[in-house]
């Protein structure tokens, strides 16, 4: 049970390591200067994991490497990654609700000011924090069991104000940025896919809607985590303060090795949100495509291909049980996805309505339609009459001249049709209908199908 916690946190932190890699190259791609700070902040502390559970993880840690030179840089990146992963988030959802305003021409991507702006955001405040974390340290670091190397700061009012006091600074920003972004996003939902078309943004819908969850999400993870800290640094704040490093220097190169048992909530706290990370923007369609594109490189092109083969079938035969199930509650018996000059063989009574002859589709465009109005128009207005191909099943008749003065009403709006009962008695009857005038006279015959002419 020794080693447990130091084999799951190795284990955990390397899984965490290579599922960061996919969301790092997909920022990198999309120039988003504050998904790869906050990404590359993840990494480091990921990598900080393994290397420190590694060596400290044993009962015999404290024989261990005293950890000169790999701890000094650590506890500096670690003071800074713990303000600097709020700080990017922060920074998204500013660039976020920036965009969804769209009062103001954005910025390129790899523009000079937007670079400046977003690492003005996420990089100034870890740098300061960094050192003045300096000013609060007891000693030089510690080393925990599993946890490995940790700063170890006094317990003064100065520890608040340089070190805690930030954290909770920004992660009250991130999540003041991610209310308004709320808030933009509620009054201006339905025009959010035009806002990011109109926009020089590089964002779709899909890609805008894991950003936002990604904010909000990892907020939820770090303002409650800041304030417990900083609520922690005010409870223990005992004594005045003193600069260790200046006032007692043999005590500072002293390095403490302490086992509280368990790792420290921190690194589990980084695992967790290096997999929601990848859980967010691992998994989109854009990086399915670059996974892909990766298998066909190393030269698995072949299994690709069927795997998606696969997958078309799977979906085909999801679709026509859909389809069955659909067409059996309406009353449909039988349903064949076959060619359509096969399809009327195979079909029961009751699969489509019975007609005397085939169905004929006529489906117009409306571009379609307001030619056809035309011509009409100008045939009426020329004294032409003017039958469309599909009023009466028959070509044009455009030769014939009506006089318009005999008292026939032919209007362009007169539509002319044909029941399917009037079709048959007029097949018995071997009937005609007769349009005369005084100088001519144009036969129309029942058509053999049953049609409908369009006004």
Request: net charge positive; with cysteine; proline share 4%.
């Amino acid at each position: 049970m020794s080693t447990d916690h130091a084999w799951t946190i190795i284990a955990l932190a390397s899984l965490a390591v290579l599922l960061l890699l996919p969301p790092l190259v997909w920022h990198s791609g999309t120039r988003n200067t504050p998904g790869i700070i906050l990404i590359v902040w993840l990494l480091i502390m990921d990598i900080k994991c393994i290397v420190d559970a590694a060596i400290w993880g044993g009962t015999d840690f404290a024989s261990r490497w005293a950890g000169y030179g790999w701890c000094d840089l650590m506890i500096r990146l670690q003071a800074g990654a713990n303000v600097g992963i709020s700080c990017a988030v922060s920074n998204i959802a500013f660039n976020l609700r920036r965009i969804l305003k769209a009062d103001a021409a954005l910025p390129n991507a790899g523009s000079y000011k937007k670079v400046v702006v977003d690492l003005s955001f996420c990089i100034v405040s870890p740098l300061v924090v960094m050192g003045l974390t300096f000013l609060a340290q007891a000693f030089r670091f510690a080393i925990f069991r599993y946890s490995g190397c940790q700063v170890a700061l006094s317990p003064t009012w100065v520890t608040a104000v340089c070190y805690t006091l930030w954290i909770l600074i920004w992660s009250m920003v991130g999540f003041v940025y991610a209310i308004l972004l709320l808030l933009v996003f509620y009054r201006r939902r339905k025009d959010v896919r035009d806002i990011l078309h109109c926009t020089n943004s590089g964002l779709n819908l899909a890609r805008f809607a894991r950003l936002l969850i990604f904010c909000l999400v990892i907020i939820l993870v770090m303002f409650p985590f800041s304030v417990f800290s900083f609520v922690e640094d005010l409870r223990n704040v005992e004594g005045g303060y003193i600069f260790i490093f200046k006032a007692n220097r043999e005590m500072w190169n002293q390095i403490p090795h302490l086992d509280p048992g368990s790792p420290l909530y921190s690194i589990w706290l980084y695992i967790l949100m290096s997999y929601l990370v990848f859980l967010i923007f691992g998994l989109g369609s854009d990086a399915l495509s670059m996974y892909a594109g990766i298998a066909r490189a190393i030269g698995f092109g072949a299994v690709m291909d069927r795997w998606n083969s696969h997958v078309n079938r799977n979906s085909d035969k999801h679709t026509d049980r859909i389809t069955r199930q659909f067409l059996h509650r309406h009353g449909y018996d039988e349903f064949h996805s076959k060619p359509c000059a096969d399809s009327a063989a195979a079909r029961t009574d009751k699969s489509m309505p019975s007609t005397p002859t085939n169905f004929v589709v006529d489906y117009a465009l409306p571009q379609d339609l307001k030619r056809e109005e035309r011509r009409r128009r100008q045939a009426y207005n020329n004294g032409n009459i003017y039958f469309d191909d599909s009023a009466l099943g028959m070509g044009r008749y455009g030769d014939c001249q009506l006089d318009l003065e005999s008292g026939i009403d032919l209007s362009p709006m007169t539509a002319i049709s044909f029941s399917r009962e009037l079709n048959g008695s007029m097949k018995d009857t071997a009937a005609s209908v007769s349009i005369c005038s005084d100088d001519t006279k144009a036969e129309v015959f029942p058509p053999q199908h049953s049609h409908r002419g369009r006004n």
